[in-house]
Protein backbone atom coordinates (compact mmCIF):
# COMPACT_ATOMS: atom_id res chain seq x y z
CA UNK A 1 0.00 0.00 0.00
CA UNK A 2 1.02 3.78 -0.95
CA UNK A 3 1.94 5.12 2.29
CA UNK A 4 2.92 9.14 2.43
CA UNK A 5 4.86 8.84 5.70
CA UNK A 6 7.53 5.90 4.39
CA UNK A 7 10.44 6.59 4.71
CA UNK A 8 12.43 8.34 1.86
CA UNK A 9 8.90 9.77 0.56
CA UNK A 10 9.62 13.80 0.00
CA UNK A 11 6.68 15.66 -1.98
CA UNK A 12 8.31 17.97 -4.25
CA UNK A 13 6.41 21.37 -4.37
CA UNK A 14 7.80 23.38 -7.79
CA UNK A 15 7.12 27.45 -7.32
CA UNK A 16 5.12 28.23 -10.76
CA UNK A 17 6.64 31.43 -12.38
CA UNK A 18 3.87 33.11 -13.99
CA UNK A 19 6.05 36.19 -15.80
CA UNK A 20 6.88 33.74 -18.32
CA UNK A 21 4.59 32.68 -20.91
CA UNK A 22 6.22 30.43 -23.09
CA UNK A 23 5.65 27.94 -20.60
CA UNK A 24 2.85 26.31 -19.18
CA UNK A 25 1.93 28.69 -15.78
CA UNK A 26 -0.58 26.40 -13.81
CA UNK A 27 0.50 23.90 -10.79
CA UNK A 28 0.11 20.03 -11.29
CA UNK A 29 -1.70 19.00 -8.02
CA UNK A 30 -0.44 16.23 -5.96
CA UNK A 31 -2.37 13.00 -7.28
CA UNK A 32 -5.21 11.82 -5.20
CA UNK A 33 -4.13 8.22 -4.74
CA UNK A 34 -6.80 5.16 -2.73
CA UNK A 35 -5.62 3.32 -0.35
CA UNK A 36 -4.78 -0.52 -1.66
CA UNK A 37 -2.25 0.42 -4.57
CA UNK A 38 0.52 -1.44 -4.77
CA UNK A 39 3.59 0.35 -3.65
CA UNK A 40 5.64 0.41 -7.09
CA UNK A 41 2.91 1.85 -9.21
CA UNK A 42 1.47 4.15 -6.57
CA UNK A 43 5.11 5.65 -6.46
CA UNK A 44 5.32 5.57 -10.45
CA UNK A 45 2.00 7.67 -10.69
CA UNK A 46 4.07 9.97 -7.97
CA UNK A 47 7.23 9.79 -9.73
CA UNK A 48 5.16 10.88 -13.03
CA UNK A 49 3.51 13.66 -11.57
CA UNK A 50 6.60 14.85 -10.09
CA UNK A 51 8.87 14.80 -13.03
CA UNK A 52 5.53 16.31 -14.98
CA UNK A 53 5.55 19.68 -12.66
CA UNK A 54 8.83 20.15 -12.84
CA UNK A 55 9.32 19.73 -16.16
CA UNK A 56 6.60 22.31 -17.10
CA UNK A 57 8.36 24.70 -14.48
CA UNK A 58 12.05 24.29 -16.21
CA UNK A 59 10.93 23.66 -19.97
CA UNK A 60 8.99 25.99 -22.43
CA UNK A 61 5.99 24.02 -24.58
CA UNK A 62 8.55 24.28 -28.02
CA UNK A 63 11.25 22.57 -25.27
CA UNK A 64 8.79 19.77 -24.22
CA UNK A 65 7.77 19.34 -27.67
CA UNK A 66 11.15 18.55 -28.73
CA UNK A 67 11.66 15.07 -30.06
CA UNK A 68 15.06 14.11 -28.13
CA UNK A 69 15.05 9.97 -29.10
CA UNK A 70 13.78 6.83 -30.83
CA UNK A 71 11.58 5.24 -28.49
CA UNK A 72 11.65 1.06 -28.02
CA UNK A 73 8.07 1.47 -30.23
CA UNK A 74 9.62 2.88 -32.87
CA UNK A 75 8.33 6.26 -32.74
CA UNK A 76 9.85 9.55 -31.89
CA UNK A 77 10.54 10.49 -27.86
CA UNK A 78 9.19 13.73 -27.10
CA UNK A 79 11.04 15.44 -24.11
CA UNK A 80 7.70 15.17 -21.64
CA UNK A 81 7.98 11.99 -22.15
CA UNK A 82 11.95 11.50 -21.41
CA UNK A 83 11.42 13.59 -18.70
CA UNK A 84 8.50 11.93 -17.17
CA UNK A 85 9.63 7.97 -18.17
CA UNK A 86 13.38 8.63 -16.30
CA UNK A 87 11.64 9.13 -13.26
CA UNK A 88 9.10 6.31 -13.22
CA UNK A 89 12.18 4.18 -14.35
CA UNK A 90 14.16 5.14 -11.41
CA UNK A 91 10.90 4.47 -8.90
CA UNK A 92 10.83 1.09 -10.50
CA UNK A 93 14.27 0.54 -10.31
CA UNK A 94 14.40 1.60 -6.37
CA UNK A 95 10.82 -0.66 -5.85
CA UNK A 96 12.96 -3.65 -7.52
CA UNK A 97 10.38 -4.30 -9.94
CA UNK A 98 10.31 -4.93 -13.95
CA UNK A 99 8.93 -2.24 -16.43
CA UNK A 100 7.43 -1.92 -20.03
CA UNK A 101 7.11 1.51 -21.04
CA UNK A 102 7.21 2.68 -24.27
CA UNK A 103 10.54 4.74 -24.76
CA UNK A 104 12.20 2.62 -22.70
CA UNK A 105 11.06 -1.32 -23.79
CA UNK A 106 11.37 -4.13 -21.25
CA UNK A 107 13.65 -2.98 -18.64
CA UNK A 108 14.47 -6.53 -16.35
CA UNK A 109 14.94 -5.91 -12.58
CA UNK A 110 14.71 -10.27 -12.13
CA UNK A 111 10.94 -10.03 -10.89
CA UNK A 112 7.94 -11.93 -11.03
CA UNK A 113 6.26 -8.52 -10.96
CA UNK A 114 5.96 -5.83 -14.11
CA UNK A 115 4.71 -2.44 -14.39
CA UNK A 116 3.17 -1.76 -17.74
CA UNK A 117 3.02 1.78 -17.98
CA UNK A 118 2.19 4.72 -20.57
CA UNK A 119 4.61 7.85 -18.77
CA UNK A 120 2.73 10.41 -20.85
CA UNK A 121 -0.65 9.29 -22.87
CA UNK A 122 -1.81 12.29 -24.52
CA UNK A 123 2.22 13.70 -25.17
CA UNK A 124 1.45 16.54 -27.45
CA UNK A 125 -1.60 17.73 -25.06
CA UNK A 126 1.01 17.33 -22.24
CA UNK A 127 3.60 19.19 -23.72
CA UNK A 128 1.50 22.30 -25.24
CA UNK A 129 -0.37 22.42 -22.31
CA UNK A 130 -3.44 21.16 -23.17
CA UNK A 131 -5.11 19.70 -19.88
CA UNK A 132 -6.04 16.47 -21.12
CA UNK A 133 -3.02 13.91 -20.63
CA UNK A 134 -2.39 11.17 -18.08
CA UNK A 135 -0.29 8.78 -16.66
CA UNK A 136 -1.45 4.99 -16.55
CA UNK A 137 0.00 1.81 -15.13
CA UNK A 138 -0.85 -1.76 -14.36
CA UNK A 139 0.59 -4.11 -11.88
CA UNK A 140 0.94 -7.60 -13.99
CA UNK A 141 2.47 -10.42 -11.80
CA UNK A 142 3.75 -13.06 -14.06
CA UNK A 143 2.38 -11.81 -17.10
CA UNK A 144 -1.22 -11.75 -15.37
CA UNK A 145 -2.64 -8.49 -14.48
CA UNK A 146 -3.92 -7.67 -11.32
CA UNK A 147 -4.33 -3.75 -11.27
CA UNK A 148 -4.43 -0.23 -12.40
CA UNK A 149 -4.22 2.74 -11.94
CA UNK A 150 -5.05 6.18 -14.12
CA UNK A 151 -4.01 9.59 -13.11
CA UNK A 152 -5.60 12.45 -15.04
CA UNK A 153 -1.84 15.24 -14.71
CA UNK A 154 -3.50 18.52 -14.49
CA UNK A 155 -6.69 17.45 -12.22
CA UNK A 156 -4.88 14.85 -9.83
CA UNK A 157 -7.73 12.71 -10.36
CA UNK A 158 -7.20 8.78 -10.45
CA UNK A 159 -9.49 5.91 -11.59
CA UNK A 160 -8.20 2.70 -9.58
CA UNK A 161 -9.28 -0.79 -10.38
CA UNK A 162 -8.55 -4.38 -9.23
CA UNK A 163 -8.90 -7.55 -11.54
CA UNK A 164 -12.01 -9.22 -11.24
CA UNK A 165 -13.53 -6.94 -8.38
CA UNK A 166 -16.39 -4.33 -9.50
CA UNK A 167 -15.16 -0.45 -9.21
CA UNK A 168 -16.90 2.15 -7.38
CA UNK A 169 -17.82 3.99 -10.79
CA UNK A 170 -20.03 1.58 -13.72
CA UNK A 171 -20.35 2.65 -17.38
CA UNK A 172 -23.44 3.96 -18.70
CA UNK A 173 -24.56 0.41 -19.47
CA UNK A 174 -25.62 1.66 -23.20
CA UNK A 175 -26.37 -1.12 -25.92
CA UNK A 176 -27.30 1.19 -28.73
CA UNK A 177 -25.18 2.92 -30.76
CA UNK A 178 -27.45 5.53 -31.93
CA UNK A 179 -27.95 8.52 -30.00
CA UNK A 180 -24.99 7.67 -28.19
CA UNK A 181 -21.68 9.97 -26.62
CA UNK A 182 -18.47 7.94 -28.59
CA UNK A 183 -15.03 9.25 -28.21
CA UNK A 184 -13.14 8.50 -31.66
CA UNK A 185 -9.37 8.64 -31.56
CA UNK A 186 -8.35 11.48 -34.58
CA UNK A 187 -9.79 9.80 -38.45
CA UNK A 188 -6.41 9.47 -40.10
CA UNK A 189 -4.97 8.23 -43.38
CA UNK A 190 -7.62 5.19 -44.52
CA UNK A 191 -9.59 5.70 -41.53
CA UNK A 192 -11.51 8.64 -42.77
CA UNK A 193 -14.98 6.58 -43.83
CA UNK A 194 -15.46 4.41 -40.79
CA UNK A 195 -14.80 8.14 -38.20
CA UNK A 196 -17.74 9.19 -40.35
CA UNK A 197 -20.20 6.08 -40.49
CA UNK A 198 -20.02 6.77 -36.49
CA UNK A 199 -20.23 9.86 -36.43
CA UNK A 200 -23.43 10.07 -38.31
CA UNK A 201 -25.29 7.54 -36.29
CA UNK A 202 -24.24 8.79 -32.95
CA UNK A 203 -25.35 11.69 -30.59
CA UNK A 204 -21.83 13.26 -29.86
CA UNK A 205 -18.28 12.60 -30.71
CA UNK A 206 -15.11 13.79 -29.64
CA UNK A 207 -11.51 13.16 -29.93
CA UNK A 208 -9.58 14.00 -27.03
CA UNK A 209 -5.88 13.03 -28.22
CA UNK A 210 -5.79 10.64 -24.94
CA UNK A 211 -7.04 6.95 -25.34
CA UNK A 212 -6.07 6.03 -21.30
CA UNK A 213 -7.98 9.05 -20.13
CA UNK A 214 -10.51 8.27 -22.67
CA UNK A 215 -11.09 4.67 -21.64
CA UNK A 216 -11.25 5.58 -18.05
CA UNK A 217 -14.46 8.21 -19.03
CA UNK A 218 -16.11 5.04 -20.57
CA UNK A 219 -15.22 2.97 -17.32
CA UNK A 220 -17.31 5.63 -15.11
CA UNK A 221 -20.14 5.91 -17.87
CA UNK A 222 -18.90 9.85 -18.68
CA UNK A 223 -19.00 8.07 -22.38
CA UNK A 224 -20.63 5.65 -23.81
CA UNK A 225 -17.58 3.71 -25.43
CA UNK A 226 -14.35 4.81 -26.99
CA UNK A 227 -12.63 3.33 -30.70
CA UNK A 228 -9.46 3.77 -32.68
CA UNK A 229 -11.41 3.31 -36.21
CA UNK A 230 -8.45 1.25 -37.89
CA UNK A 231 -5.49 2.95 -37.72
CA UNK A 232 -3.84 0.50 -35.69
CA UNK A 233 -1.96 3.42 -33.47
CA UNK A 234 -2.10 1.32 -29.91
CA UNK A 235 0.36 -0.22 -28.18
CA UNK A 236 -0.17 -2.23 -25.21
CA UNK A 237 0.60 0.27 -22.77
CA UNK A 238 -2.19 2.36 -24.28
CA UNK A 239 -4.91 -0.40 -23.42
CA UNK A 240 -3.31 -1.97 -20.52
CA UNK A 241 -5.10 -0.23 -17.64
CA UNK A 242 -8.48 0.04 -19.60
CA UNK A 243 -8.32 -3.87 -19.59
CA UNK A 244 -8.09 -4.40 -16.07
CA UNK A 245 -10.98 -0.50 -15.79
CA UNK A 246 -12.93 -1.20 -18.12
CA UNK A 247 -14.15 -4.66 -17.56
CA UNK A 248 -14.41 -4.40 -13.63
CA UNK A 249 -16.94 -1.16 -14.45
CA UNK A 250 -18.94 -3.51 -16.18
CA UNK A 251 -17.57 -2.80 -19.67
CA UNK A 252 -15.53 -4.57 -22.35
CA UNK A 253 -12.54 -3.74 -24.36
CA UNK A 254 -11.90 -5.07 -27.57
CA UNK A 255 -9.26 -5.43 -30.46
CA UNK A 256 -11.42 -4.16 -33.41
CA UNK A 257 -10.31 -6.95 -35.41
CA UNK A 258 -10.56 -9.55 -32.79
CA UNK A 259 -6.80 -9.98 -31.96
CA UNK A 260 -5.59 -10.87 -28.47
CA UNK A 261 -4.34 -8.60 -26.09
CA UNK A 262 -1.35 -9.24 -24.54
CA UNK A 263 1.38 -7.98 -22.17
CA UNK A 264 3.86 -8.50 -25.41
CA UNK A 265 7.39 -7.15 -24.89
CA UNK A 266 7.51 -6.71 -28.57
CA UNK A 267 6.48 -2.87 -28.64
CA UNK A 268 6.07 -3.15 -32.73
CA UNK A 269 2.95 -4.77 -32.14
CA UNK A 270 -0.25 -2.68 -32.55
CA UNK A 271 -4.31 -2.73 -31.82
CA UNK A 272 -7.14 -0.49 -32.53
CA UNK A 273 -8.88 -0.51 -29.21
CA UNK A 274 -12.44 -0.38 -28.76
CA UNK A 275 -13.81 -0.08 -25.67
CA UNK A 276 -17.54 0.26 -24.94
CA UNK A 277 -20.49 0.32 -21.93
CA UNK A 278 -21.68 -3.20 -22.90
CA UNK A 279 -21.03 -5.94 -25.29
CA UNK A 280 -23.81 -5.28 -27.39
CA UNK A 281 -22.42 -1.71 -27.85
CA UNK A 282 -19.17 -2.80 -29.12
CA UNK A 283 -20.25 -4.88 -31.27
CA UNK A 284 -22.45 -2.37 -32.96
CA UNK A 285 -19.88 -0.18 -32.74
CA UNK A 286 -17.22 -2.43 -34.81
CA UNK A 287 -19.63 -3.40 -36.96
CA UNK A 288 -20.38 0.26 -38.13
CA UNK A 289 -16.67 0.89 -38.36
CA UNK A 290 -15.79 -2.12 -40.65
CA UNK A 291 -19.05 -1.46 -42.73
Known amino acids: MFDPARPGYVPVMIPIDVSDPSRINWPVPEPELPEGVHVALAEAAQAAATAYRAARHTHSRRELREEVAQGADGTPTM ?45 ANAALGVPLSCFAGVVAVDGVATEALTLWFDTGRTWFARAGEPTPYRTSGRTALDGASVNLMRPKRGTE ?40 T ?31 PDLTRRWSGVAAATPQLADELIATILG
Open 234 to 264: HRIMDLAAALVTVPAAGGVLLDLHGRPLSFD
Open 79 to 123: RVDALVEDAIAESAHRNGVNLLSEEAGFLDHGSAVTLVIDPVDGS
Open 193 to 232: EAWLRVSKRVERTRSLSTTCLETALVAEGAVDAFADCGSD
